[in-house]
């Protein structure tokens, strides 16, 4: 047997930062596979291990449920603060909202750099993003909560505007984790359920589905805030998964790893075949929430290396990786495309992608976590919260 780590109410969780890093990578990968590997890109996509490569809808989920534990950390620490749902909103707007204005506009340079620059962009070239601005666009993209054309700009931002919507419904969740119990825990499923419900309705075509994109989009906030409430689950229940994971066997431990990644590999992926109704998607994706928490378990219970290495550096940059890494797609897709192999393209663009992540991490993101850290700390002056010590939540 095992003993129990650290401390369970410390505020930075390496592994948590790792987990982060291994699912952006997760998602680049998946991402630059539009270029294609020898024509076996499908094969690759659904046979383990490298179908783990191409599971960037499930790296979103595993976001989901780690920025519910990390919210949970930070608005439990909040206790006792006057406005502290105001407050929490703030931290959170200046951790998430300069980054992600960085990147459009990165993205709006990537996009218009070869009309600028006299670049033709070849022939038969795939399109990440249409580039088709309009005011209702902009305004939308500026405003991050309301429903906007993604795929304009930079696509992989759709998940930084239900982020957003559930940065502002958390207090809620966690008052429901946090106070209460089995019937509030009922709630938030029942949430989920009916969530899951209208898309079975519109599957079935007992509902026609809606065109208005904000009809769409309320049964996706309930389903992605379920993810949000698992993590806030293991967030409140931290000290028991700790223990519960500290004492396991370790041949047991590594058996109920695999079969999490077997969960986590068989989750909504690009093998899924299109018929498939997008409900049966959305109930494979809570089995990959639960494989998700307990890899969270698992990481809080894992202590942390002597030196933060390759995964400590991914785990710095993953928020900023997420954000750019399809600005350095587009940009490989103008100067490169059709001119060398797909190889050389996965390797120029992935390299591209963590160069580019880094500098934007350094230059945009480092300094707005600063200032959010810097307005916790002020918060927390003569109040029994600590400062915190610089946990990151990502979308």
Sequence with gaps: ??????????Q?????????????IIVLISHVSIFGLYGYEHTLATWPPTRLLWAGHQAVILFFVISGFALYLQFD???????????????????????????????????????????????GAPVIAHGNLTAETLVG???????VDTGAINPPIWTLIFEMR????????????????????????AFWIAGVGSFAAYDLHYLPKPDQTIFISIPYTAIYGGYFAVGALVAKHRTLAMAWVSALRKSFLQILLAISIIVFLCGHGYSWPEWVPESLRHIADAFVAVASAFF??????????????????FGAISYSLYLVHQSAVIGTISLFFGRYPAPLLWLISISAAVGLAWLFHVAIERPSHAASRMVRRKIAVGR????????????
């Design 12 to 24: 930075h969780y390496f592994w948590i930062d790792a987990l982060r890093g291994m699912a952006a």
């Design 166 to 189: 559930l940065t502002l419904l958390f207090p809620l969740i966690h008052f429901a984790i946090e106070r209460g119990g089995h019937r509030s825990l009922a709630v938030i499923i």
């Design 141 to 147: 993209h500026l405003l991050m909560i309301i429903d």
């Design 77 to 123: 620490r909040m206790a006792g603060i006057d406005g502290r749902w105001r407050k929490f909103v703030l931290i959170r707007v200046l951790r998430l909202y300069p980054p992600y204005l960085g990147s459009l506009l990165l993205g709006l340079l990537v996009l218009k750099a070869p009309m600028l620059l006299g670049i033709s962009v070849p022939s």
């Design 1 to 10: 047997m095992r003993t129990l780590p650290v401390s369970p109410d410390r």
């Design 296 to 313: 969270v378990a698992v990481a809080i219970a894992t202590p942390a290396p002597p030196k933060r290495g390759l995964l400590g550096f």
């Design 384 to 395: 029994s919260m600590p400062p915190a010590s610089g946990s990151q939540s990502t979308g």
